[in-house]
């Protein structure tokens, strides 16, 4: 059982926007603690997409947004492409386990 | 910008030690600036950090695996390591280096870049 939840998987059409939910409990995101997500396709580098609940790093599109609210955090995706088709993780940390924490990843399908 | 790069063997036999090397380009393990992480990805299961050490030789480890667990750095050869003893079937998984800057709170850091993960798997 992850202590970020995320489902498993979500789906959508070239060109429609897509959620990817993370929801933890008040000794992670209900704690105040940031959220970070990321990209990751298999055999390659985990990739930041957001950090600091709604950050963008230099270089990631304004398609990708994270937004945080009590215990659980969202990573919306607009104007879905073929290349968005990946896992997706978010990330933050545990005041009760004491480290850092992630979720079970959801896969994004571009139908 | 910084690089990862993972090595080490692919297959470790239960009860022994795995030994990771990440090699770092583009910056220094001696920077002030990072702390030099480990992360892993059991085959189906989530990414579980693992541990991470500062150019001072402080580390943080996760109190799960705390008892097992060695990082530490080579200022010379601009690498760092993972050491995990006594391993079972339950550490098999893909090994991931990561960076996570030393800016803003400790707790609330993200980790950027990663290295593209070794599989290390654990049989006789």
């Known amino acids: 059982q992850s202590v970020l939840t995320q489902p498993p998987s979500v789906s959508g059409a070239p060109g429609q926007r897509v959620t990817i939910s993370c929801t933890g409990s008040?000794?992670?995101?209900?704690?105040?603690?940031?959220v970070h997500w990321y990209q990751h396709l298999p055999g390659t580098a985990p990739k930041l997409l957001i950090h600091?609940?709604?950050n963008r790093p230099s270089g990631v599109p304004d398609r990708f947004s994270g937004s945080k609210s009590d215990t659980s955090a969202s990573l919306a995706i607009t104007g879905l492409q073929a290349e968005d088709e990946a896992n997706y993780y978010c990330?933050?940390?545990?005041?009760?386990?004491?480290?850092?924490?992630f979720g079970g990843g959801t896969k994004l399908t571009v139908l | 910008q910084v690089q990862l790069q993972e090595s080490g063997p692919g297959l470790v036999k239960p009860s022994e030690t795995l030994s990771l090397t990440c090699t770092v380009s583009?910056?220094?393990?001696?920077?002030?600036?990072?702390?030099w992480s480990w992360i892993r990805q059991p085959p189906g299961e989530e990414l579980e950090w693992i541990g991470h050490?500062?150019?001072?030789?402080?580390?943080n480890y996760n109190p799960s695996l705390k008892s097992r667990v060695t990082i530490s750095l080579d200022t010379s050869e601009n690498q760092f390591f993972l050491n995990l003893t006594s391993v079972t079937a339950a550490d098999t998984a893909v090994y991931y280096c990561?960076?996570?800057?030393?800016?803003?709170?400790?707790?609330?850091?993200?980790?950027?870049?990663w290295g593209q993960g070794t599989l290390v798997t654990v049989s006789s």
């Open positions: 990561a960076v996570k800057p030393f800016i803003g709170s400790y707790y609330d850091g993200w980790f950027d870049p």
């Open positions: 583009g910056d220094s393990v001696s920077s002030v600036s990072y702390y």
């Open positions: 050490i500062y150019v001072s030789g402080t580390t």
């Open positions: 008040s000794s992670n995101i209900g704690a105040g603690h940031d």
């Open positions: 600091g609940n709604s």
């Open positions: 990330q933050s940390y545990d005041s009760s386990l004491s480290h850092w924490v």
